[in-house]
């Protein structure tokens, strides 16, 4: 096989020397120059590297997909070195000090900040659509007294899409949309259902007249009042989590629901997908095992000693350290304040004082900064969903709700690239080759 040195790659277009890759292959010597676009190469380009003909070229082997992009995207921006985190390009702190939950979400599927019309028509046409068909009630009550809230909200969601079978028109624009607004219209009445469910409470409808975050509240709490009004700062600091929540580039379960819908089922069960990802205890359930780390603190004398433990591979420190970010997580900065609102409401919470001074000890010792091990999302949250006497439980649920416009924003884009297949990982074989079948007389 002759040496490519021309540049031309799959992307099309003849690349720059500058914008190269040499590549030499010690088995043959030959050499091959891959173009480098955006600071990345397209793995299919090594396919060209082969002993010989027959071969089937090189391939990548990134499990967890540590440094391999499955996708181009617009939507999220993470420098996590920098501890930077954007949405459409505006900085979190911005859109979660001035804008709402809905404002965001509107961002993220449309690509640009609404207008005031355009807002008022959006949360218009997300609030009318947050009752669920009866048969979904009826669908949620079959489940045992105590099943997890998680999967209730995994199955109903699913669900859905038997309810909304023009659904599987995904390339139809208008009715896409009226999936996208259902999603976000119902996702916090099916979460709220099944919080009731695991109480054995009745179900409450939603009240169009409150806020999105307000009208959550009012259906997980309102008892007998003939109207539940939620404490504005609660209100606030639930919309604030929501929008945190809202979206983070190519996780675990965004990357699930990108993979299923690949496949172009309906946005129902692909959200699904997302939730059931989510529902794992490595993803969702980060904010739970924070408070499990603190309740076994105890008190904030016992701090040095659970640190050292740390430091000698005793004890494992929660909530700290990311995935992307190598710096403080700007959520985290942001969760901090709004528990500190919530707790001004609900009272104060000793596991507070014991979190702020783990992080205070943790940030002034050379052994975690090292490490480049600071407070993530989960070191806070799952304060402040305790606070409001969310059981750990609900915790996902409460993820899921914010994540579901994100979920959305990521399938819409994935349905609109024309470079998207359906989502096929290759593998690498390592089991036996060529057996003979045996007889079962002959088996040992």
Not at 147 to 165: K, R, W
Not at 255 to 272: H, L, M, T
């Amino acid at each position: 096989m002759s040496t490519d040195t021309t540049g031309q790659g799959d992307a099309g277009g003849v690349a720059q020397a500058s914008n190269t890759l040499t590549i030499t292959d010690n088995r043959t010597g030959r050499q091959y120059e891959v173009p480098i676009e955006d600071e990345t190469i397209r793995s299919i380009d090594l396919r060209r590297i082969k002993v010989n003909d027959d071969d089937f070229g090189l391939m990548t082997y990134d499990p967890a997909f540590m440094n391999t992009a499955s996708c181009r995207s617009s939507i999220t921006y993470i420098d996590g070195d920098k501890g930077i985190l954007e949405y459409r390009g505006y900085p979190i702190e911005q859109l979660a000090e001035r804008s709402s939950y809905l404002e965001v979400a509107y961002l993220l599927i449309h690509g640009e900040l609404p207008t005031q019309p355009q807002l008022d028509t959006w949360t218009h046409e997300v609030t009318i659509h947050t009752f669920v068909h009866e048969n979904v009630k009826e669908f949620m009550q079959g489940f045992r007294y105590d099943a997890h809230p998680m999967g209730m909200l995994l199955a109903s969601v699913g669900a859905l899409s038997t309810f909304y079978p023009e659904a599987t028109q995904i390339k139809d624009v208008d009715l896409r949309y009226q999936q996208i607004v259902r999603l976000i219209a119902k996702m916090p009445t099916l979460a709220a259902f099944a919080y009731r469910h695991n109480r054995g409470m009745p179900y409450v409808y939603p009240d169009n007249d409150l806020s999105y975050a307000g009208n959550f509240l009012s259906m997980v709490y309102k008892i007998a009042e003939l109207k539940y009004q939620p404490d504005p700062r609660i209100e606030k600091a639930l919309d604030v989590l929501f929008i945190l929540h809202a979206d983070h580039e190519q996780n675990c379960s965004t990357s699930a629901v990108r993979s299923v819908g690949s496949s172009q089922v309906d946005p129902y069960s692909s959200v699904a997908a997302g939730i059931g990802a989510l529902y794992g205890p490595l993803h969702g359930g980060a904010n739970e095992a924070v408070l499990r780390m603190l309740r076994r603190i105890r008190t904030t004398d016992n701090i040095p000693a659970f640190v050292e433990g740390v430091k000698k591979g005793e004890e494992r420190l929660m909530g700290f350290g990311h995935r992307v970010y190598k710096n403080y997580d700007p959520r985290a900065k942001i969760i901090k304040r709004a528990a500190q609102d919530v707790f001004e409401v609900t009272g104060t919470n000793p596991l507070l004082d014991i979190a702020m001074e783990l992080e205070r000890i943790a940030l002034e010792d050379e052994y975690f900064v090292s490490r480049k091990l600071y407070p993530n999302v989960d070191f806070y949250s799952g304060l402040i969903y305790e606070a409001l006497g969310m059981p750990v439980e609900m915790f996902p649920v409460l993820f899921a709700i914010g994540r579901t416009s994100g979920w959305i924003a990521q399938w819409l884009e994935m349905i609109d690239d024309k470079e998207q297949k359906i989502a096929r990982p290759r593998q690498i074989y390592t089991g036996g080759r060529e057996r003979d079948y045996v007889p079962m007389a002959q088996r040992s």
